[in-house]
C-alpha cells in the first residue's frame, strides 16, 4: 500500500511540515511519522481530510494512480484549493480567528478610551483585558487558541471576582455560620471554572509533540517548585499587606493577584504533568516496538 508515500509525497509538494501537517489534521506529529513510514494506518475521516487539504480526490491520495497537473481544469482547481488551504492565515493562523482577534482587540481598546476619558483612569485595564488577551491568544496562538481564550477570560474574571467580593476558602462553610451564602456560592463557581480550565489544558495540548530527548518532567518540577514558593509566601505577603498603609482595595488587589498567580501555576503544572505522562506512555510504546 502506497498510502504514506502519497502522504509524504503531497505533503512535500505544498511544502508543509509533519508538525504544520499535524496541527492541521489536529493530531500529533508521531501520528503523521507513522503514516509515511507505513507504521500506522490513519482513519478514514483523516484520509477525507488529507484529501481535501492537498486538493485531491481519496482515490488518488490512497491509490496514487494519478497526480494533479497544471494542464487538467480539475488538477488546477485543486492545486488552487490546497495552496489556499495552505496559506491561509498570517503565519498559518486561520483568516477568520486572526480577523476575530484583531475584532477583540480594537473593541477593548474603544472600551478603555471610553472609560478614561470618563474619569476611570488606567482601572478600565482591569474590565477590558479579557478582550485584549483573548484577541491576542487569536492572532498570536497558532494551536489551542480556544484554552488560551478560556484562560484569558478566566484568571482576569478570577482576581477581579476575588478583589470585589473578598470570597475565600472559608466562604465554602457557609451554612455553619451566618455568612452570606452568595458569597460561597461565587467561590464554588471559581473552583469550578478553574477545574474546567485545567480539564480543558489537559485535553488541549493531549497531542503536543516532543522531542525524544526532551526532559517534559522537568517542567513539571519547576512549575511545583514555583507553586510552592508562592505558597510559602502566601503568609508574609498576607502579613505585609495586613501592615501596609496604602487603601484596603489597593491591598487586597496585591493579595488577590497573588493567589491568582498561585493558581495559574498550579494549573500549569497539571498541564505540563499530563503531557509528561503521555510522553512518558508513548516513549515506552516506541522501546517496546523496537
Same mark, same amino acid.
Given at each position: ?17 509533519? *508538525? ?22 490513519? *482513519?478514514? *475521516? ?25 494542464? *487538467? ?28 482577534? &484583531? ?9 478603555? &478610551? ?13 474590565? #477590558? ?22 484562560? =484569558?477570560?478566566? @484568571? ?10 473578598? #470570597? ?10 451566618? =455568612? ?14 478553574? #477545574? ?28 511545583? =517548585? ?21 487603601? &484596603? ?16 501555576? @498550579? ?20 522501546? #517496546?516496538?523496537?
Amino acid at each position: 500500500m502506497e498510502l504514506g508515500k502519497n502522504i509524504q509525497g503531497q505533503r512535500q509538494r505544498l511544502g508543509l511540515s509533519q *508538525e504544520q501537517l499535524a496541527e492541521r489534521l489536529g493530531v500529533s506529529r508521531q501520528s503523521v511519522s507513522k503514516w509515511e513510514t507505513g507504521a500506522a494506518t490513519p *482513519e478514514l *475521516e483523516k484520509v477525507a481530510a488529507m484529501a481535501r487539504l492537498f486538493g485531491v480526490s481519496m482515490d488518488e491520495l490512497v491509490l496514487g494512480n494519478e497526480q494533479p497537473s497544471g494542464g *487538467e481544469p480539475g488538477g488546477q482547481a485543486g492545486g488552487d484549493e490546497a495552496a489556499h488551504n495552505a496559506g491561509e492565515g498570517r503565519n498559518g493562523i486561520p483568516s477568520r480567528r486572526f480577523i476575530a482577534g &484583531v475584532a477583540l482587540l480594537c473593541m477593548g481598546a474603544v472600551i478603555f &478610551v471610553l472609560l478614561f476619558l470618563l474619569g476611570g483612569g488606567f482601572a478600565g485595564l482591569i474590565f #477590558v483585558s479579557p478582550l485584549l488577551l483573548c484577541g491576542l491568544a487569536c492572532i498570536k496562538a497558532r494551536r489551542h487558541a480556544g484554552f488560551w481564550c478560556f484562560a =484569558a477570560v478566566y @484568571l482576569p474574571v478570577h482576581w477581579y471576582l476575588k478583589c470585589a467580593t473578598g #470570597v475565600s476558602f472559608a466562604d465554602l462553610y457557609f451554612w455553619l455560620s451566618d =455568612a452570606n451564602p452568595m458569597r460561597g456560592i461565587i467561590y464554588l463557581l471559581l473552583v469550578g471554572c478553574g #477545574v474546567g480550565l485545567i480539564v480543558c489544558g489537559v485535553r488541549s495540548f493531549r497531542d503536543v509533540s516532543l522531542p525524544d530527548k526532551s526532559r517534559p518532567w522537568l517542567r513539571v518540577a519547576l512549575c511545583a =517548585a514555583l507553586y510552592a514558593a508562592l505558597f510559602a509566601l502566601r503568609s508574609p505577603v498576607y502579613e505585609l499587606a495586613d501592615g501596609a498603609e496604602t487603601g &484596603v482595595m489597593a491591598t487586597r488587589a496585591l493579595v488577590r493577584l497573588f493567589d491568582t498567580a498561585r493558581y495559574a501555576v @498550579l494549573a500549569c503544572a497539571v498541564i505540563c504533568a499530563s503531557v509528561a505522562l503521555r510522553h512518558g506512555r508513548e516513549k515506552s510504546a516506541a522501546q #517496546v516496538d523496537r
